[in-house]
């Protein structure tokens, strides 16, 4: 598939299913293209279908399946999107988390192999339910706990709000779970 030219084009890439839940729809909405005006659309569609599939497959399905209907906070991003959610996290702007191309490659930029020359994707999910059934200080931990006995992730990162987490995909796994939310810092 081309990177797409036209409204027909990006409905296709829209339409392609990644799993029995999630469309590739559901991973191009992004708050800072929307207010900054640009396109959220990959330069490799075939490689970021492919990465999202496996992302959706082995991990968001699986989490949602058992933890309950999964809301897309981000996803994808395409490298202009990232790198101006870097420049403007660089200069301070709230809401602009991103960092740098390079650092999210094969993360949330899923056609762009790393570093390394490896495939990855990155989400960052909120599960509602989860995050009504375990309010208290640290109820992340549950989620992690069960992820990380279940699930071929790469890495879980959780934040404090509703225990949003980038919930990664990647074929080497580091297998690594860190958290801004309280406990903080790398866990276990």
Aim: glycine fraction near 6%.
């Amino acid at each position: 598939m081309r990177k797409p030219t036209s409204v027909s084009t990006l409905d296709a890439l829209g339409r392609v299913r990644l799993s029995k839940h999630f469309f590739m729809r559901d991973m191009l909405h992004s708050e800072i293209a929307q207010f900054h005006g640009l396109m959220n659309v990959p330069d490799d569609p075939d490689l970021a279908i492919e990465v999202g599939e496996r992302l959706c497959e082995e991990l968001l399905e699986p989490i949602q399946e058992r933890w309950g209907r999964i809301n897309i906070r981000s996803a994808y991003r395409s490298r202009a999107v990232n790198a101006l959610g870097n420049q403007m996290q660089s200069e301070g702007k709230a809401g602009y988390n991103c960092a740098s191309n390079e650092a999210n490659a094969a993360g949330h930029i899923w056609d762009m192999l790393d570093a390394k020359g490896c495939k990855g994707a990155t989400a960052c999910i909120v599960i509602p339910a989860y995050a009504d059934a375990h309010p208290e200080e640290g109820g992340w931990q549950v989620l992690a706990e069960w992820v990380d006995t279940k699930l071929p992730y790469s890495s879980l990162f959780f934040f404090p709000k509703l225990w949003a987490v980038n919930v990664s995909w990647h074929e080497l796994p580091e297998r690594r779970v860190d958290s801004y939310a309280v406990p903080k810092g790398r866990w276990r």
